[in-house]
């Protein structure tokens, strides 16, 4: 799976869009973008993923460059329960069965 | 709507005991997951389950560590003689396509 890079720590204020960045300069034609969270000590939560075309769900919205080089996961109204790491995840989707490989995500912190 | 479901919630044992760790899957869900988390780690792959047989296990899942779907509900975590090493969290998965949905958890505190 491509590798991801993503800033350790963002803040972000209540009321107002999140956008949390991800780079996969290498990801291929194949493999998929992935959102995760994780609230503290709580199981990992699904959020959205997306190939090429931006993809938006009631939780988020992935938008997806071009070039698929880099990706920006969006909440459009953070609250202070959106709190958490979020994980951008690179996989090959055709088996529902392949593990995922978390990195250390970005920890969001949704301020007052 | 559907969860995943995990018990006990946590989990003491002493270093050398086994402990099995319980997890009722989403039903309709074919893919079946185990993860852990040691405090201020990383969350780490370590076996997925299909079709009654192990399909993909990671470096951590050795042969003190095994899997098992008793029933059609439950989904076990057994760890055979524990480690101090072994103290995490451990988060159970299930999947039908896209999106894996992860149980609360066990917090095993082996001492």
């Known amino acids: 799976d491509a590798k991801t890079t993503q800033p350790p720590s963002m803040d972000c204020a209540e009321g107002r869009a999140a956008n949390l960045p991800c780079n996969h300069s290498?990801?291929?034609?194949?493999?998929?973008v992935y959102w995760y969270r994780q609230i503290h000590s709580q199981g990992p939560q699904y959020i959205i993923h997306?190939?090429?075309n931006n993809e938006t769900n009631e939780m988020a919205s992935l938008i997806i460059t071009e070039d698929r080089k880099s990706s920006t996961l969006i909440l459009p109204h953070a609250t202070l329960r959106d709190t958490a790491v979020y994980y951008c995840?690179?996989?090959?989707?055709?088996?529902?069965?392949?593990?995922?490989?978390f990195g250390g995500g970005t920890r969001l912190m949704v301020k007052p | 709507e559907p969860e995943v479901t995990q018990t006990p919630s946590h989990q003491v044992t002493q270093m050398g005991q086994e402990v099995i760790l319980r997890c009722v899957p989403i039903?309709?869900?074919?893919?079946f997951y185990w993860y852990r988390q040691i405090l201020g780690q990383k969350v780490e792959f370590l076996v997925s389950f299909y079709n009654n047989e192990i399909s993909e296990k990671s470096e951590i899942f050795d042969d003190q560590f095994s899997v098992e779907r008793p029933d059609g509900s439950n989904f076990t975590l057994k760890i055979r003689s524990t480690k101090l090493e072994d103290s995490a969290m451990y988060f159970c998965a299930s999947s039908e396509a896209q999106g894996k949905y992860f149980g609360p958890g066990t917090r095993l505190t082996v001492t």
């Open positions: 039903s309709n869900h074919l893919y």
């Open positions: 997306g190939l090429k």
């Open positions: 995840i690179v996989r090959v989707a055709h088996n529902a069965g392949n593990m995922l490989t």
């Open positions: 290498t990801i291929s034609g194949n493999e998929y």
